[in-house]
């Protein structure tokens, strides 16, 4: 999912061609700033602003509507459970769902709109983020295509095997989660047999040398700076407007 940035990128693949621990470190500063604020305004904001960032991410549509509907999903789900069963009625699940897909969006354009091996890179030599983790990232990272296809495989094999829900829902849930579980343990395995061999080629027994040396330029910088600034912006417009609400005021 990971979009090939060309020797020639031209804008659209501006935010592609940033440092990987600048646009983590980006999505974790409006993450962690979106926190104290449960209003719709300030989480719309923030959210707005990496919108317009989308196009120059250089992912494709497919990689976009992939990735958006299970946010799409989980930002309505939270929204109505809230409007259900919340003391704030429309505004509060609105705010709620708001305020989870500004969160969780910047950090999902970071991840696949970076390289792995450079995000690893970056984390280790930029983020000073231990081996250990910064190698398991990477390693998760790979895998996501690989599940991908096991997924497929999975299906395939079913299909071929007679097991279809047809036009039957419930059967189709029940299928649905009996393939999750056959992904799940194909993926601990595959972790396994992995974490063997890294522990067998020596990663994390010490200190390490970097074949590739991760650059940070001042576009990285303004990346930073653009998201303080954009929070401000956030915070500022809400209490203007009068909608500011904090979570421990």
Known sequence: MTPDVPRRAG????????????????????????????????GGTVLVGVLLLLPFSGIDRRTLLVLGGPF??????????????????????VGVAVRLLAIALPGAVAA??????????????????????AMGVLAALRL???LADQWRTVTLARRARGLEAGRHPLRAVSLFFSRLFALLVRAVRTGTLMATAMDARGFGTGPRTHARHSRWRAADTLLV?????????????????????????
């Open 144 to 146: 996501v295509p690989m």
């Open 11 to 42: 804008s659209r693949y501006w935010l592609a061609g940033l440092n990987p621990a600048a646009k983590l470190l980006a999505a974790l500063v409006l993450a962690l700033g979106l926190v104290p604020a449960v209003d719709a305004v300030t």
């Open 225 to 249: 700076v653009g998201a303080v600034l954009l929070l401000a912006a956030a915070y500022t417009l809400s209490a203007r407007l009068g909608t500011l609400v904090l979570l421990f005021g």
């Open 72 to 93: 799409l999903l989980m930002g309505l789900s939270s929204g109505l459970v809230n409007h259900l069963y919340g003391e704030h009625g429309l505004e509060g699940a």
């Open 112 to 133: 696949v709109s970076s390289d792995p091996t450079e995000t690893a890179d970056g984390l280790v030599q930029r983020l000073k983020v231990p081996e250990r983790p």
